[in-house]
């Protein structure tokens, strides 16, 4: 088992610590993030930009939530789900917390398998993941039959505030989308896994570029950070 | 291809890669069940309040700076990075600040000027 304070050790052997070392990287020649390849940084970057958009969504939200004078309709029963007879608040999107929270956790599994080149159980974690991600998906996708049918429009609700539906459609809307692409994202990774093209480095068909099981790792990044953003809509669309 | 260059690559690799043991996954994904299942019984027991508020706050951000730290490895990436993403975040918490004033401004306005005669 390799340590894990290994990485940095081994990257930075000399030099400036701390805010200095940001200072020396920031100043440096050439390239910011030394040993951080472009892959990893362009999509950390693309993260942030995300992290913007969904910050507007829900600061959109939070917004509108103030500033009504009529009563905001209550998460917890208008997504509760009746089972033999006994109401459970919010039941639905508990599951789906688990379940995208699961598929978070076999997502960081393969990205270890990845870097053992452990060709085989990387493939199959990531495809488990890409299942727990369609069906998140699907469940997603009863909760808004489930809504439509009550009479929660973008513009109406039977419950109170209008805005109730337009911020709930546009905010679970988005990150359910971008669920969907991650399956697709997943599903692409995970053949190339599969067919062996980060042992062999067969070049990409759109890049040209060699593959690397770094890639498994980028696909990772993407998918957590899905996850991510549903904590902060499970917490302050939902319980809050 | 040859197979000096996948075993090249593969000590390449073996330097920037992030590799750490399954175990510490393992434990990060149980804490986060358990903080989803605390979240969950803050509304399952209807809390409210300032109690209900911060709760949900707190285990909002422990599963945030777990999915991260751990899940993303940014604890274990470059500080340069590491800043550069965390840093522009600050300007969220701005604009979150600045949106509240304007909200309850919109709030007391409307309490004011366009609420029905009682």
Redesign the interface.
């Known amino acids: 088992?390799?340590e894990?304070t290994?990485?940095?050790a081994?990257?930075?052997p000399l030099g400036p610590t701390?805010l200095r070392?940001?200072a020396a990287?920031?100043s440096s020649d050439q390239r910011?993030?030394?040993?951080?390849?472009w892959g990893k940084?362009m999509m950390?970057i693309f993260?942030?930009s995300d992290?913007?958009v969904f910050?507007c969504f829900l600061?959109s939200y939070?917004?509108?939530r103030?500033?009504?004078?009529v009563p905001w309709p209550n998460p917890?029963e208008v997504f509760s789900l009746e089972i033999a007879g006994t109401e459970f608040?919010?039941l639905l999107i508990?599951i789906m917390?688990?379940i995208l929270?699961?598929s978070?956790?076999t997502?960081?599994?393969a990205?270890?398998f990845g870097?053992?080149?452990d060709r085989a159980k990387t493939a199959v974690l990531m495809l488990v993941t890409a299942v727990l991600g369609a069906t998140f998906v699907g469940m997603q996708a009863f909760e808004w039959t489930k809504l439509i049918s009550e009479g929660v429009r973008p513009w109406e609700n039977p419950w109170g505030a209008a805005q109730f539906g337009s911020t709930f459609f546009m905010i679970t809307g988005f990150h359910g989308t971008h669920v969907t692409f991650g399956v697709i994202f997943l599903l692409i990774i995970a053949r190339k896994v599969w067919r062996g093209d980060f042992?062999?480095?067969?070049r990409g068909f759109f890049t040209s570029r060699?593959g690397?099981?770094?890639a498994v790792?980028i696909m990772?990044?993407y998918w957590?950070?899905v996850?991510?953003v549903w904590?902060?809509i499970?917490?302050?669309f939902?319980?809050? | 291809m040859t197979q000096t260059a996948t075993t090249q690559t593969a000590a390449h690799g073996q330097a920037h890669t992030q590799q750490h043991p399954i175990k510490l996954y393992i434990v990060v994904w149980i804490l986060l069940f358990v903080l989803s299942t605390f979240s969950y019984l803050v509304d399952y027991f209807s809390l409210q309040g300032g109690l209900r508020y911060g709760l949900i706050l707190l285990f909002m951000m422990l599963k945030a700076g777990l999915i991260v730290a751990v899940f993303m490895h940014l604890a274990w990436e470059r500080l340069a990075l590491s800043y550069a993403i965390l840093v522009p975040l600050g300007a969220v918490l701005v604009f979150v600040a600045i949106m509240v004033f304007e909200a309850d401004y919109t709030f007391l306005n409307r309490i004011l000027y366009f609420s029905p005669p009682a």
């Open positions: 088992m390799v894990s290994l990485p940095r081994s990257a930075q701390g070392s940001i990287d920031l910011a993030f030394k040993n951080v390849s940084a950390w993260l942030l992290t913007f910050s600061i939070m917004t509108a103030i500033s009504t004078t917890s608040p919010l508990a917390t688990f929270i699961s978070s956790g997502m960081a599994m990205v270890n870097y053992r080149r042992d062999t480095e067969r060699k690397r099981y770094e790792e990772g990044l957590h950070f996850d991510l904590v902060f499970f917490a302050l939902y319980l809050w």
